[in-house]
């Protein structure tokens, strides 16, 4: 059984850029989490997603940010005109349910914004 | 609102030395409790977790955790480290009660193994 899978693992734009992060969850999970780590700091939460809804955007950004769960496909974590201070690690994580407790992580991916 | 705090953002232990991560978490409800590695340029990989029960979880690896309420601590323990042992350490609570039991992460806690 294959395990979370994001892609690009690295992802190198320029301010102003569109960055678009995918996030295969493992298979049997509806639940995606997204997490963004910045240098230096643990992880932060930013959304939660399950099939066709978002569940809980309190920890994300305002402005440029966005994230969808389709019917099929990934999950998508869209950062818009990025800017220097968006560089950093970003999490996906999955679990089955919302009872279940544990989500289990992608790999991540790494983005510099140049 | 939930936090998790981890003491020292480093630590270094010699080989075959114990291991003594700590962790105090603030909840205002029973807590879910979690302890996560990540090795260098990888994801984080659950080590254990308690939920309820046995206040003494067992996880991977040979580290086990001692939930402690009245100390409101989940401190992270290994009896003899070993030089694979070096790698970040997070402690997380889940806000189970709150759409879906998103985590909150401490800091993190780099852990340094000497030959």
């Known amino acids: 059984n294959a395990g979370v899978m994001q892609n690009p693992r690295h992802l190198v734009r320029r301010r102003g850029q569109e960055a678009r992060l995918r996030c295969s969850p493992m298979?049997?999970?509806?639940?995606v989490y997204w997490y963004r780590q910045l240098p230096e700091e643990g992880l932060k939460f930013m959304v939660y997603l399950q099939k066709e809804n978002i569940i809980d955007e309190s920890g994300m950004p305002k402005e440029r940010f966005s994230a969808e769960f389709p019917k099929e496909g990934p999950s998508i974590l869209r950062i818009q005109q990025v800017v220097r201070g968006d560089s950093a690690a970003y999490f996906c994580?999955?679990?089955?349910?919302?009872?279940?407790?544990?989500?289990?992580f992608g790999p991540g991916t790494r983005l510099l914004v140049l | 609102a939930q936090s998790v705090t981890q003491l020292g953002s480093h630590v270094s232990v010699s080989e075959g030395a114990l291991v003594l991560l700590r962790c105090n978490y603030s909840s205002s409800v029973p807590p879910y409790l979690f302890w996560y590695v990540q090795y260098p340029n990888q994801g984080l990989q659950l080590l254990l977790k308690?939920?309820?029960?046995?206040?003494l979880v067992k996880g991977i690896n040979g580290f086990e955790a001692e939930f402690k309420k009245s100390e409101t601590s989940f401190h992270l323990t290994k009896p003899s480290a070993h030089m694979s042992d070096a790698a970040e350490y997070f402690c997380?609570?889940?806000?189970?009660?709150?759409?879906?039991?998103?985590?909150?992460f401490g800091q993190g806690t780099e852990l340094s193994v000497k030959p």
């Open positions: 298979k049997g999970h509806s639940h």
């Open positions: 994580a999955s679990s089955p349910t919302s009872v279940e407790e544990t989500q289990y």
């Open positions: 308690y939920t309820t029960g046995a206040t």
């Open positions: 997380a609570v889940s806000d189970r009660y709150n759409q879906g039991g998103k985590l909150i």
